[in-house]
């Protein structure tokens, strides 16, 4: 079982953070093998299908460079312009097929492990240039079997090679007896053919080193329980680190509501244990707004706010409970609500015509609250909180 320097075993499977960051540092699954394999059995393909016309083309270029007359032979100049278009020649003789085995190269690769390019993994490491590491990593499990894959591929290149020897046998001895140019496209017919099954062959060794090598790359990902266990801590935060965050939050949630209770027109009490601060705008609002709430502490708070700012308190309990559990900061009181809300608003706005030399109103009593909205505190307070 594989373990960390502490000497934990690590028996625990990557997770998708560990997965991305071994992605982000080019640790990604990757198969020689495959490679290896996809490249010569398209590049067999491709010179069996266009071999005849590549072979055709280089004799042209070959009689272009050859069949040169004398006056051309000693001018310099015409020297370098066939020389020239020798090359060009050559190179889009040569590009599609060059074309081909890039595309190749780059694909065989990401249909593995997909896209992946870090710059980490071509820094240089000087634990490379340890013996001690070099020697762990040539006797570990990989490198085994890398061992065995050489084994593997000389073993089955000579058996298969030797068998195709063995068939062609009869043909190759009669390339002697034909005429050169058929010879010749017999052989290359042998060749491209022998190319083909050789590079094929190789599937084998692909089939077998695609699965080592996703067991090999999640094994060395594997992480102990406390890896884990860390890693869950630093993704979530700790406790305390969280708790915190959650207290100032609630301060700064509190500081806000607490800024809005002297633009509140009531604050409905219970008259100790709750506290809910309206604010109501006939030509801006289509209902009364709760604007703070709260209980015990937070009610107290609100109760001060509004007598520093000359804002109403008007004791309602029933009410009071009701608004606090029927409705969220910012939110409009419920339907069922309203007449409630408004007997005290309407209370509250004729206190402010007494102070123009209005009379005096008289406090609504029996206010009235729907069942539905008749709730009890979530834990029992201190007295009756009536």
Do not use: C
Not at 207 to 225: C, E, G, S, Y
Not at 273 to 295: F, S
Not at 307 to 318: H, Q, S, Y
């Amino acid at each position: 079982m594989a373990e960390n320097q502490d000497g934990q075993e690590k028996t625990e499977e990557a997770t998708p953070k560990r997965l991305e960051e071994a992605r982000n540092k080019g640790q990604v699954p990757r198969s020689r093998e495959l490679t290896t394999m996809a490249m010569l059995l398209m590049a067999a393909i491709a010179m069996t299908f266009m071999g005849e016309r590549m072979v055709a083309q280089l004799g042209d270029i070959m009689r272009l460079g050859l069949a040169v007359e004398r006056a051309k032979i000693f001018d310099p100049w015409s020297v370098i312009e066939l020389f020239g278009q020798a090359v060009s020649l050559g190179i889009l003789l040569m590009l599609p097929f060059l074309v081909l085995m890039v595309a190749t190269a780059l694909a065989a690769p990401v249909a593995l492990g997909g896209w992946s390019f870090s710059t980490e993994a071509l820094a240089f490491k000087f634990d490379k240039l340890n013996p001690v590491t070099g020697l762990k990593r040539i006797f570990a499990a990989r490198g085994v079997m890398e061992l065995v894959k050489a084994l593997a591929k000389f073993l089955l290149i000579g058996l298969i090679g030797a068998l195709l020897l063995w068939h062609f046998l009869p043909q190759l001895m009669g390339l002697g007896r034909e005429d050169p140019a058929v010879g010749l496209a017999h052989a290359g017919q042998i060749l491209s053919r022998s190319f083909v099954i050789l590079s094929a062959s190789l599937a084998l060794i692909a089939a077998i080193d695609v699965p080592f090598q996703l067991w090999d790359h999640a094994k060395n990902l594997k992480m102990t329980r406390q890896e884990v266990r860390d890693e869950h801590k630093n993704t979530e935060g700790k406790p305390e680190v969280k708790a915190k965050v959650r207290t100032m939050q609630r301060e700064i949630a509190q500081r806000r509501m607490m800024s809005e209770v002297p633009k509140a027109d009531v604050v409905i009490t219970n008259p100790t244990h709750y506290a809910i601060a309206l604010r109501y705008d006939a030509d801006k609002m289509a209902a009364p707004v709760v604007v703070a709430k709260g209980v015990e502490l937070v009610a107290s708070q609100i109760r001060t706010v509004a007598v520093a700012n000359k804002v109403p308190i008007f004791e309602a309990p029933p009410l009071a409970r009701a608004l606090y559990y029927s409705t969220e900061i910012d939110q409009q009181v419920p339907a069922g609500l309203y007449l409630a809300v408004a007997q005290v608003l309407a209370y509250v706005f004729q206190l402010r015509a007494t102070v123009r030399g209005g009379p005096v109103p008289v406090p609504p009593e029996d206010i009235p609250v729907p069942d539905e909205f008749v709730q009890g505190p979530p834990r029992a307070p201190d007295g009756d909180g009536d």
